[in-house]
């Protein structure tokens, strides 16, 4: 249980960075300059060497997707679920007794008052 909160806790710092770092980022271009109008080999600008902010990008990504998953798979409510650790015996229950009776007092002759 302790590890779903660890691990969820991760997973928000993890997101908060790959936000930080993708708006970090310098752009390309505008997108008119990308199609067509500009003179890029390519359609998000041209190729350059990895910089530190997108080797970053890349890793806090692959991360968050590993934490989604993760995360999805702890979160099940299921039989095997790493939340409840073992499944547990389905509960077996009893068919109801049935109701007793009500006891209705004998009735004899009504005296008068």
Known sequence: ??????LSALYV???ILLLLVILMQQGK????AAFGGGSS???FGARAGATVLSKATTVLAVLFMLG?????????KGPGSLMTGTA????KSAPAAPAPKP???PTGPQQPK
Not at 88 to 91: L, S
Request: overall charge negative; some cysteine.
């Open 68 to 76: 989604a998953l993760a995360l999805a798979i702890m979160g099940q």
């Open 13 to 15: 710092l993890v997101c």
């Open 29 to 32: 271009g505008d997108m008119a």
């Open 41 to 43: 080999q390519s359609a």
């Open 103 to 105: 006891v209705t007092p």
């Open 1 to 6: 249980m302790i590890l779903y909160y660890l």
């Open 88 to 91: 547990a015996p389905p509960v």
